[in-house]
């Protein structure tokens, strides 16, 4: 069958007249990528599994569209290949919307000759090489185990290619290893209202051979696409954010514990910290009537926060709106998501306490006026899991924020922006669990990190999102897996390890990667003692624990160079080492950190021996 392409002196794509076969020939680095046919798929509204998307047929237009039609059960399904200076942008749509539920954009690419590596934002980011056994996954975006970037990376011997998703909701990724070794990672667009009822559009570019490339185009993308916010603009509007850098980021609990908070803040200070981000000192949440573990959510009064503040610590309080306990009220009642059926929509819940989402324009209301009212001393604003969670629908028509009508993702998004930003939160700092990087312009800190891996892991950490966003936004780790293991906080999958402890493997990393440490160093904290149960107990953590001690002791000199390296581009990032275990890194005011993450000493070329678990900077 006839061969069809569009062409410029760096790309070509090409394909069969039937829309099979695609090719996308990257002429500078002479490496030609074909799309996965296993991987292009779609699926119907009355499917409960993919469908293969093709054959079906394709032709020219113009000089630089190269277009797709395939029809599945009287379903039209278009693919656009628009051949652009240094990339392609691809476009989907349905003709018959409602038909549509899913559909790949536009699938999983691999060389034509050698072997194949995915770089995958899951949390900071990881490398794989189809270690391990066949699986299939799919992963969301924002969050544990989960996408912090709208990316994909394709990495060869020679080349790479980056897949951006420039339609930002409504998508998830697909990523697996075959029972014959190939592996395969893409995007699956997702249906919004029950369709695909707009156009969804993904690019691919061409780039050099590593993970640094990979991220240094996306980083471009990002910024060519907006909005794009340094810390320098940051500053600008808001001059807390400048107290981030050289900060410890310190846990205290969720629990209210038996403590002088203040004086506890004042032995921290007295051993080197000048900065802290103390959080939570207060809950902020529509109703506190419930307890963990059976304590009550931590509330200190408002002497107590005077206090830590005069050390010169940041304050904060748990913001947790994007969900609330059923007080029977009307007013609540009337700030609930709901679903198609109009009915709430339950979520956490601890012990019998269960709490039901929110409406995110509501949130924004109740936040806005917190901060300005009861919350008014925080300097700032940690919120629970918005970024993890990040846009929903809603169709409670009833909600006068969305005027009457079902709201989308996409519109969603929107006021998921407008509460972290400046105009809900004013001059304070902004942080939430989990990285979803549409949102890294209006926020400050996202958290959710990977232990080091390296060697025999089954994927190796490497620093995806610092690579992009390191002058704009800090990735932390989440509150529970801070330096100090106390609480048995423990998650394995097939993409790493993440939990509570290591300190010295994670202070390693940080430094390596320009990050503030995270530690637990006094407080009280509720656990699961069955999750599916949902029951809890409580634990204490003091100052003078011996892990606390430790991860203070590793944490320290973190802060230090994290003061000289936070404000800064991340370069650079390298393995040393056949094994991965020695690191290297090059921050924009020319800082080198060399780490080492093994627990052995390691020659390191120019350095002499590195001990186990530690790192030097220049």
Sequence with gaps: MTQIAVANPRLEIRCREDGTEVRLIDHCRGVCWELDEQTRYCRLAEDTAPRPLGPGRAWITGERALIQEFEQSGAIIRLEWLLLEDGVEVTLTAAEPTAVAAASLPGSFRPTAGSLRLALPVMQGVLFDGRGEPFSESLGYGGHNSLSMAMLGYLTEKAGLLLTVESLTDWQATVGKRGDGSCYAGVEQLPSLGSLRYPRTSRLYPTDPDHNALCKRYRCRVQERGPWRSWEEKISERPSVARLFGALMTFIGYNQGPFDYAAECGRLRALGFDRAFVYPVRFNTYSQDFLMGGDR???????????????????????WVYEALDDGSDWLDQGYLRNAAGEKVPNWRIDQFQWYHCCTPFQTEFARRQYQGPMAAMTWSHYDVNATVGPRECHGTGHPWHQGRVLDRREDLEFLRELLSPVTNGDRVVSSEGVRDCLADVYDVGTTKLLPAWGEASCWTVPMTLLVYHDSLVHDWWELHNYNASGRFEHRSRFGVWRDGAAREKAAMDALYGCPPNVFPF??????????????????????????????????????????????????????????????????DGTRVVANLADEAREVEGLGPLPGCSWRAR
Excluded at 298 to 319: C, N, Q, R, Y
Excluded at 547 to 572: S, Y
């Design 297 to 319: 959510p931590i509330a200190l009064d408002d002497a107590a926060i005077a206090e830590i503040k005069a050390l010169g610590f940041d304050v904060s309080p748990w913001t």
């Design 523 to 588: 407080g009280r904290q509720y656990r699961w003692i069955d999750i599916a149960s949902r029951k809890t107990e409580s634990y204490t953590v003091r100052l003078e624990d011996p892990v606390v001690q430790q991860a203070l002791a590793a944490a320290l000199p973190v802060t230090r160079l994290h003061r000289r390296t936070g404000p800064q581009e991340l370069l650079k990032h390298e393995f040393l080492s056949e094994d991965g275990a020695v690191q290297a890194t090059e921050f924009g």
